[in-house]
């Protein structure tokens, strides 16, 4: 994200929370490089359980100080709606 972008907040928060179509709630952490505001910790795994791909158009909004609110668009322009079914076993307790 453009560095434009810290411009609506009083500090940049160190992680965000991902909200998508669906209501579900993703943590990443932030930090600045080379002039960007990165989504770092985390985004990897949010990208590969929503199954993002080269082509796909993410968009993200300002929703409260900390929450994105995250749409995704396939190669077609159309709405990505992930139910998230895999959410729960990313951050499922491991005995």
Not at 9 to 32: D, E, I, Q
Not at 59 to 65: D, G, H, I, S, V
């Amino acid at each position: 994200m453009p560095l434009d972008f810290t411009k609506h907040f009083v500090a940049v928060p160190t992680k965000f929370k991902l909200r998508n179509n669906t209501g579900y709630s993703w943590n990443v952490m932030v930090k600045l490089m080379n002039g960007r505001v990165i989504l770092d910790q985390g985004w990897a795994t949010y990208a590969a359980v929503h199954q993002i791909k080269i082509g796909y158009m993410v968009t993200f909004k300002l929703f409260t100080p900390d929450t994105l609110k995250v749409i995704i668009f396939d190669g077609d322009g159309i709405e990505v709606v992930n139910k998230c079914g895999k959410h729960d076993e990313a951050f499922a307790a491991k005995d």
